[in-house]
T-cell receptor
């Protein structure tokens, strides 16, 4: 079974809709991250969380929000989706003893029409 | 600011041959980590290899090895005995080793084709 799972794997939505992407992990890691990947721009960090009570903005947090429901769950919400949020979204985790090493989920491909 | 540069947008290799992907980085830190990730067509981001800057020995994982040149700030990935399943985008990434803000800095990737 995958250590880091993301749901849904693919999503099509319309401009203005609120959507949630979910991430779960069984690695026992405290740290969780949300990235988006766009062609030619690489991966960019949206939000990260070092534990359940810790949430931090990344480099492109505008238009996004997150919720850390438990150590194993970290959700990303688009409050009002817009077409330029069309991208591939990744969740990642890291933890002891190698805090710097991130392990990624399978990704969610989001299309905003 | 730290940066990661992959100067080869695309490369190709014959099956069973060896290929080397280049990565250079810029940092003023002395304690950091470097990574190679693989992204096949399935789009999963898979950790290939990890190098700790304070270790002089180059990391190896089966057919994958790195040539870490700290003074030159170079971190190349060598794939030996290339297989069709090695075809993917390969990303080089850096993070510093101190403090809590261990943000990953990414290169833009190298697309590797493996020819049968």
């Amino acid at each position: 079974d995958a250590d880091v799972t993301q749901t849904p794997r693919n999503r099509i939505t319309k401009t203005g809709k609120r959507i949630m992407l979910e991430c779960s992990q069984t690695k026992g890691h405290d740290r969780m991250y949300w990235y988006r990947q766009d062609p030619g721009l690489g991966l960019r960090l949206i939000y990260y969380s070092f534990d359940v009570k810790d949430i931090n903005k990344g480099e492109i947090s505008d238009g996004y929000s997150v919720s850390r429901q438990a150590q194993a769950k970290f959700s990303l919400s688009l409050e009002s989706a817009i077409p330029n949020q069309t991208a591939l979204y990744f969740c990642a985790t890291s933890g002891y003893p190698n805090l710097e090493t991130q392990y990624f989920g399978p990704g969610t491909r989001l299309l905003v029409l | 600011a730290q940066t990661v540069t992959q100067s080869q947008p695309e490369m190709s290799v014959q099956e069973a041959e060896t290929v080397t992907l280049s990565c250079t980085y810029d940092t003023s830190e002395s304690d950091y980590y470097l990574f190679w990730y693989k992204q096949p067509p399935s789009r999963q981001m898979i950790l290939v290899i990890r190098q700790e800057a304070y270790k002089q020995q180059n990391a190896t994982e089966n057919r994958f090895s790195v040539n870490f040149q700290k003074a030159a700030k170079s971190f190349s990935l060598k794939i030996s005995d290339s297989q069709l399943g090695d075809a993917a985008m390969y990303f080089c990434a850096y993070t510093n080793g101190a403090g809590n803000n261990r943000k990953l800095i990414w290169g833009l990737g190298t697309s590797l084709a493996v020819n049968p």
